[in-house]
């Protein structure tokens, strides 16, 4: 089969397609034809060496895929042969034509999903559905969602409106704002600008919830639009850093900081499964911004870290 090789951290171009053996589902694992990998930001940085995970190359990288089970390990479900699925792959191998998962990890996609929108959904919508969840959000909040036409920002805007908040969407460039508008934002601001923070003032006064996912100075000037009981939860660090706000000034200020609290394999898998229920009865939409086919997967990362990109990055694999 054909899979994506990383012998060697380095840019985009370390990453080669070559011939690879196909795998084999031992035990309680199924095989699947992948149709569809996901392409994160993380898988980026694992690639450059800065990952958030020890890793050591040669390895296929690779986290969600989807595809059909074809076969089945001893122990698993004989069910399954013929599925539709989507599953995470414990970091490595789905940037290929093959992979092998754990049949507890797999996750039926329901018929009125398609394939690529369900490896969209598969991390982006679990996280997304895990935020709002923590953030408790309650009709009427005023919700701050950065880098919100990115994979989780562009579903976060969409479970908040959905649970009645009132949407502020940041994002950098008209495009961006553009869709997030689409998506259900009540107001678009450019966070490029130094003024964006009075921008949010002017429209909405303070915001109650702000959804980070980019760190840094920028989150900085999103929690300083809190105020008490406010509640800022951070998902991602675009800018490079964590958003680093002292605990004593978010206790001063009555803010209480957090992230997703992620839970067990079980509830993780929960997670991603209610946001393909979404899907189905067409209340959540992934953007999938970019597709390329798994011979330019280089293309693909470098994309990503090009900023350039909006939505969900997919390799089309066969």
């Keep these: 089969m054909r899979a994506v090789w990383l ?13 690879a053996p196909d795998p084999e589902p031992d035990g309680d694992q199924v095989l699947i ?50 599925k539709r699925v989507v599953s995470s792959l414990n970091g490595s191998g789905g940037y290929a034509e093959r992979a092998v998962a754990d049949a507890a990890a797999v ?9 690529d929108t369900a490896v ?6 679990r996280t997304a559905t895990m935020l709002v969840r923590d953030a408790g959000l309650r009709a009427g909040d005023r919700v701050l969602v950065e880098a919100a036409a990115g994979g989780v920002g562009s579903l976060l805007v969409q479970l908040a409106r959905n649970a009645g908040a009132r949407v502020v ?5 008209e495009h961006k704002l553009e869709l997030a508008a689409e998506l259900g934002a009540e107001v678009v601001v450019d966070y ?14 303070g915001v109650d919830v702000v959804f980070d996912g980019v760190g840094g100075d920028l989150a900085r000037a999103a929690f300083d639009l809190l105020g008490a009981g406010g509640r800022m939860l951070s998902f991602g660090l675009a800018s490079g ?9 978010a206790a001063e200020r009555g803010v209480t900081l957090g992230g997703g609290r992620g839970g067990t394999p079980a509830e993780l898998r929960e997670l991603a499964a209610s946001a ?3 899907a189905a009865a067409g209340r959540l939409r992934p953007v999938i911004g970019q597709r390329f086919p798994l011979a330019r997967v280089a293309d693909a990362h470098a994309a990503i870290e090009s900023r350039a990109t909006v939505g969900k990055t997919l390799l089309e694999v066969r």
Aim: glycine share 18%; net charge negative.
């Design 192 to 205: 490029r600008k130094p003024d964006w923070p009075g921008a949010v003032r002017d429209a909405i006064g």
């Design 7 to 19: 012998h060697e951290f380095g840019g985009p171009e370390v990453l080669a397609v070559d011939g």
């Design 120 to 125: 969209a959904l598969l991390a982006d919508g």
């Design 276 to 278: 393909l229920a979404e």
């Design 33 to 82: 034809e992948v149709e569809y990998a996901g392409v994160t930001f993380v898988e980026t940085q694992v690639r450059a060496g800065r990952g958030p995970f020890p890793v050591r190359p040669p390895l296929v990288p690779g986290n969600g895929v989807g595809g059909v089970v074809t076969r089945v390990g001893a122990g698993a479900d004989r069910r399954l042969v013929g």
């Design 241 to 249: 850093e964590w958003a680093a706000i002292p605990e004593d000034l």
């Design 107 to 115: 996750i039926e996609v329901p018929p009125e999903v398609g394939l």
């Design 169 to 173: 969407a940041a994002a950098g460039g």
